[in-house]
């Protein structure tokens, strides 16, 4: 396991960090831990808004470090504060764990935004594993009456999915097989039946209404690009304000791509500079 995360943050070091104004290490007080966090304050000034952002990495690999190049870029990108988590990994923290850290996480961003000088509201955003626990925050957010700006979920992780077009075709993908998917849910998940929750399932839950504004990316070749788009769908459906774009050519995993990825996090950020707390 630990070879296996080193090998990802490894991946990362190669990637270009842009200079932001300024980044902070911190520590925000979980219900059941201290969970990491890294903030970064975009190069530009003005009023920003704030993101909170889960990386990716199957619930059990990926960390701050492995992703601060791209945190750099976004928040540049999209003149906000990214305030990116920490939150537990499996198997040695089984499912709902990173679910509670997430939570606590977008609660208490929301609840200390003059702390990062954050005027326009707060965010949720993640990629694959990331993507599920944004969607997820952003369904119990709207439980407890809390007010976001916006979700992004890019490729994002929905649902248990071994039938749909994209699962099947491109289930031997290039970052993410079906296989290793499998394996990923074996180390999060403390129950078979774990898989029918909605807090590991968003798309079951029972009411999608009443969320963000919600922009959801998906990748042409990912066994995840079905599900991601099911779930923008059934959104738009419940009457929320949904975009949902295809990136052509592209496989799961895609933002740590030279080009693409750049393309890509610059149409987020567009996205987020759009949002507003209103």
Not at 84 to 101: C, H, M
Request: include cysteine; glycine fraction near 12%.
């Amino acid at each position: 396991m630990d070879t296996l995360r080193q090998a990802f943050k490894e991946l990362a070091k190669a990637l270009p960090r842009e200079s932001v104004a300024r980044v902070e290490d911190i520590r925000i007080p979980g219900s059941q831990c201290e969970i990491p966090a890294r903030a970064y304050t975009p190069a530009s000034g003005g009023n920003p808004g704030g993101v909170v952002y889960f990386h990716g990495g199957g619930f059990v690999i990926g960390d701050i470090d492995s992703y601060d190049p791209f945190c750099r870029a976004l928040a540049n990108a999209s003149g906000s504060v990214i305030i990116s988590i920490g939150y537990r990994l499996a198997p040695e923290n089984k499912f709902p764990a990173a679910v509670t850290d997430a939570f606590d996480s977008v609660g208490w961003a929301l609840r200390n935004t003059a702390k990062f000088g954050i005027t326009q509201g707060i965010a949720v955003a993640g990629d694959s594993s990331g993507g599920n626990l944004s969607a997820v925050c952003a369904l119990k957010c709207r439980d407890e009456g809390l007010a976001l700006r916006a979700e992004v979920l890019v490729f994002p992780f929905t649902s248990f999915d071994v039938a749909s077009r994209s699962s099947v075709e491109y289930g031997e993908s290039l970052y993410l097989t079906r296989r290793l998917g499998n394996w990923f849910g074996a180390q999060y998940l403390s129950r078979p039946e774990d898989v029918l929750s909605p807090l590991f399932s968003p798309i079951l839950s029972p009411s999608l209404g009443g969320v963000a504004p919600t922009l959801v990316i998906t990748a042409e070749y990912d066994p995840l690009r079905d599900q991601g788009e099911a779930y923008a769908d059934l959104l738009a459906k419940a009457g929320v304000a949904v975009a949902s774009i295809r990136v052509r050519g592209a496989t799961h995993g895609f933002t740590a791509l030279p080009g693409i990825g750049g393309d890509v996090c610059s149409m987020i950020g567009g996205y987020l500079r759009r949002t507003s707390r209103g």
